[in-house]
């Protein structure tokens, strides 16, 4: 809500079953203008006419614009009015406040090795010991086909996809929008920290940061913005993203335990689609109610899950 308690962008993107964020915990969100800059070369300009045309028909307000800056390299741009950013941690913070606010208890850390069923229960067993509860959903990224369950000897098919993505101290001009090429993205924060993302890298469970991959993003970064080589290095972080092979999610119920639903395989919009996925699962785990688009996202698409 904003001082004059309307509805801000937190609001219309971070509301699921209940939980408001913005009254639990300060996370840091932006909504400004995206800026998708396209080389003439990269991208003729039908794809763009085709990409703005797209937005346009679903409602997002997009427009080209012929881009002033920096005059160098930039040639036009896609500007989506519509497109935020979040800070990632700081999101996962709040949604553990707010679900501890709703009586969640959270045990942490922890390690799932295996979950039994019994009747119509499930006993989780942890390094910390054993859960007895009525369902359980799987959401463990990158790991999720790691966990044994009784009864079922497929394991969900999720690969880990190493993503880095570097910190830098700005020092130019400030930036207003997150600015898209086709080799990386650029998201400006208040503090002047500016986030230079991101590889994209088979590197199956290593989760080293590597020369190759920081001087890659800095290389596409300062192509965009040439000023960036002058910017201080804060440091770069290093995650799994975990995908399918069709790289859609799996999100729905075991066919041979339907109280063990699967919440996993969100590749790279993982952060962007959990307000979705946590209604669909809740949905269907609390009032029984399946989503048509559970049909396309199934574990049973990857065999007997
Ligand atoms: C560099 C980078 C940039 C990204 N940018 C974006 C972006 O801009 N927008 C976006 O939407 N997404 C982005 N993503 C993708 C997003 O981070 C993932 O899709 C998302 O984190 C997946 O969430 P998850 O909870 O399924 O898995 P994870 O975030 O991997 O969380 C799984 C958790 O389960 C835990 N776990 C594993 N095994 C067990 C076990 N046996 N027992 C208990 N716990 C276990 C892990 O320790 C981990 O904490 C980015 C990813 C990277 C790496």
Redesign the pocket.
Known sequence: MNAAGQPGPADRIYCCRGLRLDQVAVVGFDLDYTLARYEQHEMEPISVAATLRRLVEKGYPAWLAEVSWPREFATRGLLIDVHGFVA?ADLTRALATAARRHGAQLIEP????RIARSGGDVTVDTDRGSLTGGAVVI?????SG??AIDGIVARVPVRPVR???LTLAWTGMPLRRVTWSSRCYLVPWDDGTLLV??TVEEAGFDERATVAGVRDLLDAASEIVPHAWSAGFKGV?V????ATSDELPVIGASERAPNVMYA?G????????APLTATLVADAMVDGKYDPLLAALGPSRFGDL
């Open positions: 990632a922890s390690r799932v090795r959401a463990a990224g990158s790991w790691e966990i993503g880095q993505l993302g991101a972080r995650g799994l993203r975990p996993t969100h590749f790279r919009n993982g952060v962007l689609l």
